[in-house]
Nanobody, 122 residues
């Protein structure tokens, strides 16, 4: 079974940075795309960034230029660097896996990890 676990969340001030990690197991990493999603209180879960099996990346407009998604094929992990954080970035962040191609839509992702809380204070 494919399993994922997000970690690295925390409480930061606006303008600061965090690095989230997504540990994975149970699949051949090169065959999968990893997406990062977030869900703020009272709001729907939304796509933030993804990296495909070909290394291509996609970002939501709200985070473009501030967040960066990378992967480590040796340790089979994915990372999300969060820079210049804003209070609006406060949410539970999740990582998820799908077959190959990158997408910011939720429905193509069949495997989800537990989230990690990011709280940004103004």
């Amino acid at each position: 079974d494919v399993q994922l676990q997000a970690s690295g969340g925390g409480f930061v001030q606006a303008g600061e940075s965090l690095t989230l990690s997504c540990a994975t197991s149970g699949f051949t990493y090169h065959d999968y795309a990893i997406g990062w999603f977030r869900q703020a209180p009272g709001k729907a879960r939304e796509g933030v960034a993804c990296i495909g099996s070909d290394g291509r990346t996609l970002y939501a407009e709200s985070v473009k230029g501030r967040f960066a998604i990378t992967s480590d094929n040796v340790e089979i992990k994915a990372f999300l660097q969060l820079n210049s954080l804003k209070p609006d970035d406060t949410a539970v962040y999740y990582c998820a896996a799908k077959w190959r191609g990158c997408s910011l839509l939720l429905t193509p992702y069949g495997s989800w990890g537990q989230g990690t809380q990011v709280t940004v204070s103004s």
